[in-house]
């Protein structure tokens, strides 16, 4: 004759219920590290729009096309340049978007380059 255990009946959802609480949580953690990732991809990308930028105005070429080119078409940038003397000196920005629903952007990443001016 099979034994039953006592209270086995209302045990059976509790699992089920415990993953749910845990669930959102779990969401947050995950949103967090992906934004995290995406400010440092930001951050890179500004870098590299910045170089890009600097290399372009030494050599008097079209700088603002080719700073905006070097970083990914999806991210917002900005570039300004500022020459001193033999050198010129660009300041890119990248505004960091976020993956959080109802948060605005995280702000802005800003990066800077200089090179010799080529004459």
């Not at 995290?36 to 500004?46: D, E, K, M, S």
């Not at 008097?60 to 080119?69: I, S, Y």
Request: hydrophobic letters at 45%; a neutral charge.
């Amino acid at each position: 004759m099979p034994t039953r255990r006592r209270g086995s009946g209302r045990d059976r959802g509790q699992v089920a219920l415990e993953y749910l609480g845990f669930l959102p949580l779990l969401l947050l953690v995950a949103l967090a590290a992906v934004q995290l990732g995406l400010i440092a991809y930001a951050a890179q990308q500004a870098g590299t729009a910045a170089r890009a930028g600097a290399r372009s105005a030494a050599l008097r070429e079209d700088f603002a096309g080719d700073c905006a080119q070097a970083a990914s078409s999806w991210l917002n940038v900005s570039c300004s340049p500022a020459y001193l003397g033999d050198e010129v000196r660009v300041t890119s920005t990248v505004t960091i978007p976020s993956v959080i629903p109802g948060i605005g952007n995280f702000g802005e990443a800003h990066k800077t380059a200089t090179m010799p001016v080529d004459h």
